[in-house]
């Protein structure tokens, strides 16, 4: 059973920074994307950032980019997002993701089919 345990979420103010971690099990992930998304009160899920399986591959959704880095260790099945410059308007639930299909880096939920239960990112103004 795959599993995509996140840590790192928290309370932080404006112009903080947080990093969030997403711990794989179950499965490899070396030839597969990873990513993030976000989802606030009372909207959408929406797509933070996705790394593809060598790096070189990485896409940000344009709220973020320039503040949040991707990173990942492939022989340690693990994502983090680095989140500098926060703002109060990045609260939200924070998903890590994984893609069952090789050699693509998505940025639309249905293309990801591992999801973590979330954790929560507090930015205080």
């Known amino acids: 059973q795959v599993q995509l345990v996140e840590s790192g979420g ?3 103010q404006a112009g903080g920074s947080l990093t969030l ?3 794989a099990a179950g499965r490899t992930f070396s030839n597969n994307a ?5 989802q606030a009160p009372g ?5 933070v950032a996705a790394r593809g399986w060598s790096g070189s591959v990485q896409r ?11 990173s990942r260790d492939n022989a340690k099945n693990t ?8 703002k109060p308007e990045d609260t939200a639930v924070y998903y890590c993701a994984a893609d069952r299909e090789s050699f693509r ?3 639309r939920s249905p293309e ?5 239960q979330g954790t929560q990112v507090t930015v205080s103004s």
């Open 10 to 12: 928290g309370l932080v």
């Open 21 to 23: 971690s997403c711990a």
């Open 34 to 38: 990873m990513g993030w998304f976000r």
């Open 43 to 47: 909207k959408e899920r929406e797509f």
């Open 60 to 70: 940000y959704a344009p709220s973020v980019k320039g503040r949040f880095t991707i």
């Open 79 to 86: 994502v983090w997002l680095q989140m500098n410059s926060l």
């Open 105 to 107: 880096v998505g940025v």
């Open 112 to 116: 990801y089919d591992y999801w973590g």
